[in-house]
């Protein structure tokens, strides 16, 4: 794997930068629904970020608004997502054309899937899902003997026999091994940022602890940045250096990932973190957390958590919290909460420094 | 658990009636030495390769293991929902295969079993209340509408799914994942159950909700008595849910490691669930980064229509050994604490 030299972006600066970006549903004939609001973060290159919380909070939303690839009924309505492009020039993809944007997407930034199976076309072998990513970017420059020489090597590089692999249809494949392959075609035209979302969801546990692993290695050779969508909270801990905690469409917390798992300061983080069993130790009681999130056309007035929040105190139900540093850190490492309460709840020990 | 020292076809029958330990009461389910075969173009596929297994009242025994490996096959010959190609299921001490029609009417309502996939389990075009009614009608448990809606309510309370009121006429595209999985439970809590099968009825929800539910289902185990089949991926949830409880591990169609939870959680000893344990992500990242893992020598499961010979675990197992590990396949023995189907460990 000598030939994979890291992306080499900027020395300085974020590679994307999301500012106050909202994320909208058509949902029927002058209908629509926010699935996230005003969300704002940088990234650096090479980080890793968790995105978690519970299902529909926005987090697959977010992710998909990023590259552009909402379904039809779905559009970034606000903001901007800036990207440091290889080539140093800075693009908001909101305003990108169609072509540069295809072009965007694979050499710059690539997505893997919530659900392997349904990124593949099944009447595809494996092999032509690499020579058509090949193709569509290269121009048509390189032989299919190199691309498939190239293909190889990817597949090798997640592990897989491409022996056996590039010459099977997608539904011959397991779980593993086809979500390994969307790795690999992911990181075909060596992006900068990989987006990955629950990337072992539904995979089994031996073979989700050697995908974690790899992609652990392969972030270390590659130097690619990631954001990494999950409400397995062990994964995130794994895999980020920085977590973000979406609820209702909105970042409630942002920090390190010790920040979060260690010093969480916004008591949806707290319960989320609580409610995991661990497996080593004693029998801990984990935390239950009742109820759901709130329908996105029916947000509560104040703080969106406020009905499930055992911390709620009456100003929670009005006034909506906005997101707070409560430590600055260079290169978007702050760690920030958006709770009306987080200096009384830390003061009074409920939550923890 | 003193009787896990007995193998268990040696096991005292529930006839017998005596407990083994304080608060131990006999197996109300019991699978003994089943087997289930699926003849495939493929060839046959020997999916479970004689499983013993008990089930006990207000107990939990946990299935664990990874996909494919017979947990949903066994779970469902224990619920009589497929007859076993050997071996047998005892309900209540009987041989669920020679009961007459009552018996095994009876035997289909105390045994219930809940579906994995809650998005799969329930009729979109029913709402809650007729989902839950149909079988408080079939099985003559309500009279009149009034009486049922009020059951079905009370149902729906048990699963904290409240006020019913709001859910009774609600379809299942109007709830979420974790409510669907109520109305799930409580539809196999109208029979009235005396053992529950659930089979991977949390792992596709969110850690919240999963945690709640689980409380649920511990509510009905504690003050019901009901007994638990339970079926998961996930060992923390089992290590939660089974802690008073026993976990079976299985691999390729076999019980590998089988003991009270506390001992196989914390103290595992056969190989496989060492490993099975290790790849836990812990959301605790000092924990995830200052670990040394343990390697399998092969991430890849074997088939079953072609099993390596030996230990069915030898091409993956980090203590594999040459000898007895490639040649004879480790039987489950009683050890101290447990049975444990391993030549090194059991040797050494
Ligand atoms: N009806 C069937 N016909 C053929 N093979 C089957 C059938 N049902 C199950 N199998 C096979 O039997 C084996 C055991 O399957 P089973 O569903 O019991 O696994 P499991 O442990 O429940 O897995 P999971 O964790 O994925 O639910 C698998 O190899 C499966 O492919
Ligand atoms: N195509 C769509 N049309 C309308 N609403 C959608 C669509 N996709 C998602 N949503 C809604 O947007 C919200 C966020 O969903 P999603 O981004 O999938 O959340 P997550 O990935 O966190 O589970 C949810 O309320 C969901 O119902
Ligand atoms: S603002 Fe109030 S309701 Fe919201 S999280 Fe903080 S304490 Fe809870
Ligand atoms: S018998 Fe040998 S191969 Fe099998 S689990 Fe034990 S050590 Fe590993
Ligand atoms: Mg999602
Ligand atoms: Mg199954």
């Known amino acids: 794997m000598t030939d994979h030299i890291a992306a080499t972006p900027p020395a300085e600066g974020p590679l994307l930068s999301v500012r106050g970006v909202d994320v909208g549903y058509r949902t029927g004939r002058r209908k629509q629904v926010t699935a996230v609001r005003d969300v704002s973060f940088d990234l650096h290159p090479g980080q890793s970020m968790a995105l978690v919380g519970e299902s529909g909070c926005g987090k697959t939303t977010l992710g998909l608004g990023l590259l552009r690839l909402l379904p039809r009924t779905g559009v970034v309505s606000a903001g901007e997502v800036l990207f440091r492009r290889k080539d140093g020039r800075l693009v908001d993809v909101r305003t990108l054309a169609r072509e540069d944007l295809r072009r965007f997407r694979w050499n710059e930034a690539a997505m893997v899937f919530q659900g392997a199976m349904n990124a593949f076309n099944p009447v595809l072998r494996v092999r032509d899902h690499f020579l058509d990513t090949f193709r569509a970017h290269d121009g048509g420059r390189g032989s299919r003997a190199r691309h498939l020489e190239r293909s190889a090597e990817l597949l090798r590089m997640v592990r897989l026999d491409p022996g056996r692999v590039l010459d099977s249809f997608p539904h011959e494949l397991s779980g593993g091994m086809r979500q390994r392959t969307l790795i690999a075609l992911a990181l075909a035209l060596r992006p900068q940022l990989l987006i990955l979302d629950e990337p072992t969801t539904a995979l089994d546990i031996l073979t989700q602890r050697s995908i974690v692993e790899r992609l652990a290695e392969l972030r270390e050779e590659l130097r690619f940045a990631m954001v990494f969508i999950t409400h397995d909270l062990g994964l995130a801990a794994e895999l980020a250096d920085r977590v973000g905690t979406m609820y209702a469409g909105r970042m409630i917390e942002t920090g390190t990932t010790r920040d979060i798992f260690h010093r969480a300061r916004h008591p949806y983080t707290s319960a989320l973190i609580n409610s995991v069993p661990p497996v080593t130790g004693d029998l801990r009681v984990p935390e239950s957390l009742p109820g759901g999130p709130p329908s996105l056309s029916a947000l509560p007035p104040g703080c969106s958590f406020a009905p499930r929040c055992k911390h709620a105190v009456e100003r929670c139900g009005s006034t909506r919290p906005t997101l707070d540093v409560l430590r600055s850190r260079p290169e978007g490492m702050s760690h920030a909460a958006a709770c009306l309460r987080s200096h009384e709840l830390f003061a009074e020990g409920v939550t923890r420094d | ?348």
Request: with cysteine; charged share 25%.
């Open chain 2, 1 to 348: 658990m003193i009787d896990r020292t007995v193998p268990a076809t040696q096991r005292p029958g529930p006839a017998h009636g005596h407990g083994t330990g304080p608060g131990d009461a006999s197996p109300v389910l019991s699978l003994q030495g089943v087997h289930q075969v699926f003849r495939t173009p493929r060839g046959d596929v020997p999916a479970v390769a004689g499983v013993d297994l008990d089930v006990r009242p207000g107990r939990v025994l946990c299935l664990v293991g990874e996909s494919g490996c017979g947990k949903t096959t066994s779970a469902r010959m224990a619920a009589g929902l497929a007859g076993p190609a050997q071996g047998s299921v005892l309900f209540r001490g009987r041989d669920v295969a020679g009961m007459d029609r009552r018996e095994r009417s009876d035997f289909r309502r105390s045994v219930q079993f809940i579906h994995q996939d809650p998005y799969a389990s329930l009729n979109p075009v029913r709402t809650v209340y007729s989902t839950i009614s149909a079988g408080l009608r079939r099985h003559g448990l309500v009279g009149d509408r009034r009486e049922a809606r009020r059951v079905t309510a009370e149902l729906l309370e048990r699963v904290d799914l409240t006020p019913a009121e709001e859910h009774l006429d609600k379809y299942p595209h109007q709830m979420s994942g974790g409510q669907r999985q109520r109305v799930a439970v409580a539809r196999a809590l109208a029979m009235n159950p005396e053992v529950i099968i659930a089979d991977e009825s949390t792992s596709m929800l969110d850690v919240s909700i999963r945690v709640s539910l689980l409380n649920t289902l511990g509510k009905l185990r504690d003050e019901l008595g009901v007994g638990f089949l339970f079926i998961t991926h996930d060992l923390a949830v089992a290590k939660y849910f089974a802690w008073d409880g026993e976990i079976a591990v299985m691999y390729l169609g076999r019980v590998v490691e089988h003991g009270p939870t506390p001992r196989v959680v914390n103290d595992p000893q056969h190989p496989y669930t060492k490993a099975l344990i290790d790849a836990v992500c812990e959301p605790d990242p000092d924990l995830a980064h200052g670990r040394e893992r343990i390697r399998l020598r092969s991430s890849e499961i074997p088939e079953l229509t072609d099993l390596p010979p030996g230990c069915d675990f030898h091409p993956r197992c980090p203590l594999y050994e040459q000898g007895d590990c490639d040649s004879v396949r480790p039987p489950l023995v009683p050890g101290r604490d447990r049975l444990l189907a391993c030549h090194v460990v059991n040797g050494g």
